[in-house]
């Protein structure tokens, strides 16, 4: 129970006395004379003045009484019982009980109370406790104190209790460890963001909670709010920051600028500043500043309700806001660093890859180790002068900036060597010169590179290629009747860059339909498992493929060795189409409206291509969803590209202020934004998401339904 239990011997009743009226019962329970205590007047005056303290006070107490313990209880007793209350007064405290009776830290405390007659201290004990909302026992903390009760002639007749419920203390205590925990797991603002708003949410029970940040323009929040449907798919996505000028009068912003915590007990705080129904409803807040070396923010708690902010509750908040503050500080500091490792390695990149007329072409870099470090993997594709397609890939050692600034090197040098002289060999050698040469300046030998080269003739669809020590490429080739092959080019692996060795050029056909992947040694090698093992799960994921289309074949191939891997990833892909594309683009401004302006013009250029219906109301969908995702978590304008093939059609939309990837997550149908990727996965053929030097690109593909003779939509304009 959450008071006292146990049975000791009724003490007779003593002589009536001339006492006060004693207090009523509280509400709903029997009467007095319905009770082992039987009529006030008949009471011994000790029991009087006992029984009216009890009832006087707003402090939880219990009175155990005689010989079957009758309990006697105040109003505040009654709200700790829940439904157990009113049947529960006058009753023995072994009915009343009966599911902790034997519980330790019951009945054994009170039996050794009234046999001793010392008082106890109970600290912090669980108990099973019927809540009166739900009807259902739970387990409760309880902090309890026992002293023995006697009459007039100092016998004892019973035992008083006072209880006090300590479990939301305890909750809360307890969910600073669970912040702490979680908080060490975060690296970006956004996963700091996410986990203190969950948690605030939670260990406050609160109406609404905000989390701010200044980024050098002004202020960005994020909020939640009771009730949000939020599944899986939407705690993964980046959270929906709104921005806020430097000067607003909201109370996050002022407490994040002064520094200075603000508490409002009852009133609207936020009604000059709200944004919608649940910022005017809310009547009491607590605002608390976050403050280190790099970052000023606030964190905000409200509720619909006054609420009165306790000593206790407001050094709980001053603590949370504390462990949040040194999360961002670490999440700040590795955003800057992340995001500088990241820019030097993509800047070193083509931000645009060759365009000719049949030949499609797509690359895909991820970073290894913690993406915290610039590499060396490379890639690269470009018009030669006589009107070849020269395609390059290659893995300097290392992933620091020593790496990316030899790997950026040897890419200048290798495009200037292939303009004077495309011939792979030729190249090679040239670049080995170089690469000896860097080592000789550095007084090292370690500098290590592979580079895997090739030389497209688009009119003889023939394919040149030499290689300095790196895996060789995958031809994927379909037939006609048969299944699709993907096999490996038999090109000599030559030696890597910088050991002057020799590499030899071997010339393959690249027909119409066919697609060539080059790739870095991390998309095949994992720990504990052998090369040749991850070169046949990347063939048979290539020759599995939907589609010859590069960018998909470039998902796939990332994600065709299962496990995770500490090296860069890079992967090119060419395919040589059957005919030549149509492309459109739209530049889409960051407003409410841009979605259905997406919508009309994807369906007007369909339509115009003469697209089947089936496909159209799929990609209208799909590239409406994608627009509002960008638009939503990236805030900054996007493009959409629309490029049309005999078999398939491939959107895209790019932003510039989203960070990584997007994760393929499990959706439900309530998911209030997860649910346009689930949408996707379901209609498209394949998906995915391309970082970029500035932002990310999330595509699909749908693949055209044959009509067993040549669409109009194949027809080049």
């Excluded at 009852?266 to 500043?273: N, V």
């Excluded at 993997?377 to 990316?404: C, K, M």
């Excluded at 339909?513 to 991390?522: A, E, F, I, K, P």
Aim: proline letters at 8%.
């Amino acid at each position: 129970m959450p008071g006292a239990v146990g049975r000791i011997p009724a003490a007779p009743p003593a002589p009536p006395a001339a006492v006060a009226a004693v207090v009523g019962p509280p509400a709903g329970a029997r009467a007095w004379h319905d009770t082992p205590l039987g009529p006030p007047e008949q009471w011994d005056p000790a029991l009087h003045a006992v029984v009216d303290l009890l009832l006087s006070s707003p402090v939880p107490m219990a009175l155990g009484y005689g010989t079957e313990l009758a309990l006697i209880y105040n109003d505040g007793y009654a709200e700790l019982i829940g439904t157990k209350h009113p049947t529960a007064f006058g009753r023995p405290l072994a009915e009343v009980f009966a599911e902790g009776w034997h519980e330790p830290g019951m009945g054994d405390v009170i039996e050794r109370v009234l046999r001793t007659g010392q008082p106890q201290l109970q600290k912090e004990v669980l108990l099973p406790l019927v809540r009166a909302e739900s009807g259902l026992v739970e387990q409760a903390v309880f902090t309890r104190g026992y002293s023995a009760v006697r009459d007039s002639h100092g016998q004892v007749i019973g035992m008083l209790t006072v209880t006090a419920e300590t479990t939301q203390v305890t909750r809360r205590l307890q969910s600073l460890s669970e912040l702490t925990s979680a908080l060490s797991g975060t690296l970006t603002l956004d996963d700091v963001a996410r986990v203190t708003l969950r948690n605030a949410a939670a260990s406050f029970d609160a109406d609404q909670v905000a989390f701010g940040v200044d980024d050098g323009a002004g202020w960005r929040v994020v909020r939640r709010v009771r009730g949000e449907l939020l599944d899986e798919a939407d705690e993964r996505l980046p959270p929906l920051w709104r921005r806020f000028p430097a000067d607003s009068p909201a109370p996050l912003i002022v407490t994040a600028g002064s520094g200075t915590p603000a508490y409002h007990a009852d009133g609207q705080p936020l009604l000059d500043t709200a944004l919608d129904r649940h910022d005017q409803k809310i009547r009491a807040l607590a605002a608390l500043p976050i403050r280190t070396p790099s970052t000023r923010g606030a964190l905000t708690v409200g509720y619909q309700r006054p609420h009165d902010w306790s000593p206790a509750e407001r050094a709980l908040l001053a603590a949370s806001t504390e462990l949040v503050a040194q999360a961002a500080e670490r999440a700040r500091r590795f955003e800057t660093q992340h995001g500088m490792s990241q820019l030097l390695q993509r800047s070193m990149l083509p931000e645009h890859l060759a365009d000719l007329p049949r030949m499609r072409i797509a690359a895909r870099y991820e970073p290894g180790v913690d993406g915290n470090a610039a590499g060396g993997d490379f890639y690269d594709s470009f018009t030669l002068p006589g009107g070849q397609l020269a395609v390059v890939l290659g893995d300097v050692a290392g992933h620091d900036v020593q790496a990316a600034a030899l790997m950026g090197q040897v890419r200048a040098a290798l495009r200037a060597l292939a303009l004077t002289d495309p011939d792979p060999a030729v190249v090679l050698h040239g670049l080995d010169r170089l690469v000896q040469s860097l080592g000789a300046e550095a007084h090292s030998d370690e500098l290590f590179v592979t580079v895997v080269y090739g030389v497209v003739e688009p009119e003889t669809g023939q394919l040149t290629v030499a290689s300095a020590g790196h895996p060789a490429p995958v031809l994927r080739r379909p037939t006609a009747d048969g299944p699709v092959s993907a096999r490996f080019v038999e090109v000599p692996p030559g030696v890597p860059l910088g050991l002057d060795g020799v590499r030899v050029a071997v010339t393959v056909d690249f027909r119409p339909g066919d697609t060539l992947l080059l790739y870095s040694d991390g998309v095949v090698e994992r720990r504990r498992q052998g090369l040749s093992a991850g070169l046949a799960a990347l063939a048979e994921a290539v020759a599995g493929a939907p589609s010859g289309d590069p960018r998909a074949l470039c998902a796939v191939a990332t994600g065709a060795v299962p496990g995770a891997t500490e090296d860069d990833v890079a992967v090119l892909a060419v395919e040589h189409a059957t005919a030549p594309s149509r492309s459109a683009g739209l530049e889409v401004p960051a407003e409410p409206t841009a979605p259905g302006r997406v919508r009309h013009w994807l369906t007007a250029q369909l339509n115009a291509w003469q697209v089947p219906e089936a496909v159209i109301g799929s990609a209208v969908l799909c590239t409406s969803e994608l627009t509002t995702n960008a638009l939503l978590h990236a805030g900054t304008a996007a493009r959409v590209e629309i490029d049309l093939s005999p078999e398939r059609l491939l959107v895209s939309v790019a932003d510039s202020g989203t960070r990584g990837t997007v994760t393929r997550t499990r959706t439900e149908a309530l998911s209030s934004r997860g649910r346009g990727l689930g949408l996707i996965e379901q209609l498209s053929d394949a998906w995915g998401t391309d970082p970029t030097v500035r932002g990310s690109t999330v595509w699909f593909e749908m693949l055209i339904p044959s009509t067993g003779a040549e669409s109009n939509a194949t027809r080049p304009d």
